[in-house]
């Protein structure tokens, strides 16, 4: 059995098994619904786009909670050295966690389901759309996650590692938006917004497949699980 | 065989080892005493690659552990100090968690499970166990994949004397056919156990020899060598 695989289930059984796991994603999806509810009918339409705009605001939370512990708490319980101390190299180990948190996160993303289905039923919502903007939330959770084990792996305390992640994916998502238009300049502010997430997330909502944006989350998310393993392995 | 040569370790400014230079050979069970904070667990770790010498050259069986780390972490079981463990799996899923990690085939689990007395708390969370039962765990999982060299970290701490006497028969059971390094700062596990004592203080090495034949002489070559 590939040792990535083996990290990644027991990823996952600890989520399943745990309420930190269960309860995080019963708030994400019961907060999810409820956003997106709570207006519906006020909307008086059928588009599922304020359901993806708020998405990765409630993510920005959801994310480093789950992801807070996965190198923290192996630090602070002394369970990283029998880890490295078994015949298994750091790129798998770091592989196996994220991938195992990455698959959790898609469970309690499947929880939201319930709003494209319930919308579906009371009009009518193109499923095109829905795939791509869902395969668009993915990739932004892989992005989240990426950045939220590089600092759950800088330090053994959990609440430092999801206070630190939450602050660098607010500014990632504010930098997109006008929350800096105050203080700089137009042109360097659209500069700066081609390398945020958001921006290439919002190609997703347009119903558009971009290979610029899947290039940009793929690397990015690449280049965090990258230096995480760097940093596992300057442990020394 | 396991070579250490002139290996030194520095954390920020301060010496942990100085100049340790240190070879075991095979079927050896190597008693390695010294104070707390001597540097005995800094060692262990620098043996399983856990950690890299600041200087010097470590060699098990002709391989460096940080170059080759997943073909000596083969041949090597590791218990570290305080034994840390999964306390949220259970402990059939533990072993089998260690035994997909190294590969085994699981073959000699049943055996690894009857010797460390396990076989009825295999269903049980980690987290239930009383503290003998988990140093039975965390040795049941170092013997999978059958290494030919096992380092245990202090591996009685905090158990009552009666364990304590359990887990020294287990590792003198296992170093009948393997290569055993067993540090301590219990002179009692080294006159039990080892047939070699190593004395580490304050990051050197002050006497490689022989076991005394007596209690009392190995207290007083412990007061000696940490004097």
Redo the contacts between chains.
């Keep these: 059995?590939s040792?990535i695989w083996?990290?990644a289930r027991?990823e996952i059984?600890?989520y399943l098994?745990?309420p930190l796991g269960y309860i995080v994603a019963a708030i994400f999806a019961v907060f999810s619904n409820f956003l997106f509810m709570k207006d519906i009918f006020l909307r008086g339409n059928t588009s599922l786009r304020p359901f993806f705009d708020f998405i990765p605001w409630v993510l920005m939370i959801f994310i480093p909670a789950l992801a807070m512990r996965i190198f923290s708490e192996e630090k602070r319980?002394?369970?990283i050295?029998?880890l490295?101390?078994?015949?298994?190299?750091e790129k798998r180990i770091v592989m196996g966690k994220y991938f195992g948190t990455f698959v959790y996160s898609l469970i309690a993303l499947a929880l939201t389901l319930s709003i494209p289905i319930t919308v579906n039923y009371l009009g009518r919502v193109s499923l095109a759309e829905v795939i791509v903007s869902y395969f668009g939330v993915i990739c932004l959770i892989g992005l989240f996650l990426a950045i939220s084990i590089w600092f759950s792996s800088m330090t053994k305390n959990q609440i430092v590692a999801f206070l630190a992640s939450i602050l660098v994916l607010f500014l990632t998502i504010a930098a997109s938006g006008d929350f800096f238009a105050p203080i700089l300049p137009r042109a360097l502010l659209e500069i700066i917004n081609i390398f945020t997430p958001l921006y290439h997330y919002n190609t997703f909502l347009k119903g558009i497949i971009d290979l610029r944006s899947l290039i940009y989350f793929f690397s990015v998310s690449l280049f965090f699980i990258y230096i995480t393993v760097v940093n596992l392995k300057d442990?020394? | 065989m396991i070579v250490l040569d002139k290996i030194s370790k520095k954390f920020k400014n301060k010496t942990v080892l100085s100049d340790i230079s240190l070879k075991i050979g095979e079927g050896e069970i190597i008693g390695f005493l010294g104070p707390n904070g001597a540097g005995k667990t800094t060692t262990m770790r620098i043996i399983v690659g856990y950690l890299k010498p600041s200087s010097g050259t470590v060699e098990i069986n002709e391989q460096d552990p940080i170059k080759h780390r997943l073909s000596v972490l083969n041949q090597i079981g590791y218990l570290p100090e305080n034994n840390p463990l999964y306390y949220d799996m259970k402990v059939d899923e533990y072993l089998q968690f260690v035994v997909d990690i190294k590969n085994s085939t699981g073959d000699f689990l049943k055996s690894i499970i009857e010797e460390t007395g396990i076989n009825d708390v295999l269903s049980s969370k980690i987290e239930e166990l009383s503290r003998g039962y988990k140093q039975r765990v965390g040795l049941a999982a170092t013997l999978i994949g059958n290494p030919k060299i096992i380092i245990f970290d202090e591996p009685t701490s905090g158990l009552d004397p009666l364990e304590q006497e359990k887990i020294r028969d287990l590792i003198k059971k296992l170093g009948k056919r393997r290569t055993v390094i067993l540090s301590t700062h219990m002179l009692s596990e080294v006159a039990d156990v080892a047939t070699r004592v190593v004395v580490i203080n304050k990051g050197k090495i002050t006497y490689d020899g022989p076991k005394p034949k007596t209690d009392a002489g190995i207290e007083a070559l412990f007061k000696k060598a940490t004097s």
């Design positions: 059995m040792k083996v990290l027991k059984n600890f098994n745990n319980t002394q369970t050295e029998l490295l101390s078994l015949p298994i190299e442990r020394q």
